[in-house]
Nanobody, 123 residues
Framework: QVQLVESGGGSVQAGGSLRLACAAS????????MGWFRQAPGKKREGLAT???????IYADSVKGRFTISKDNAENTLYLQMNSLKPEDTAMYYC?????????????????WGQGTQVTVSS
């Protein structure tokens, strides 16, 4: 059974940084793609970054150059380093996993989701 648990959210001022973590269980990293998403109140869910089982990565244009996705297979943990945060980055952030590839995951979402962690960026 796949379980994803996010942590690391919080409140930060504009220009600051946060590092989100997603502890995964039941995920075989050689098979699953994993990724980060966010959803702000009244807005659609947005795919931010996904990573394939082979380690290849894609980013949404909105976060390219500011956010970095990585994973530690030994610790079964996915990370999202977020730098130069802006008030418009305020949202609930979720990690997701799927057996399909990173493009499918980024554009369609995954079969498995965590409960989310709130990020609030003040100006």
């Amino acid at each position: 059974q796949v379980q994803l648990v996010e942590s690391g959210g919080g409140s930060v001022q504009a220009g600051g940084s946060l590092r989100l973590a997603c502890a995964a269980s039941g995920v075989t990293h050689s098979s699953y793609s994993m990724g980060w998403f966010r959803q702000a109140p009244g807005k659609k869910r947005e795919g931010l970054a996904t990573i394939d089982s082979d380690g290849s990565i894609i980013y949404a244009d909105s976060v390219k150059g500011r956010f970095t996705i990585s994973k530690d297979n030994a610790e079964n943990t996915l990370y999202l380093q977020m730098n130069s945060l802006k008030p418009e980055d305020t949202a609930m952030y979720y990690c997701a996993a799927d057996l399909r590839d990173k493009w499918w995951l980024l554009l369609r979402g995954g079969n498995y989701w965590g409960q989310g962690t709130q990020v609030t960026v003040s100006s």
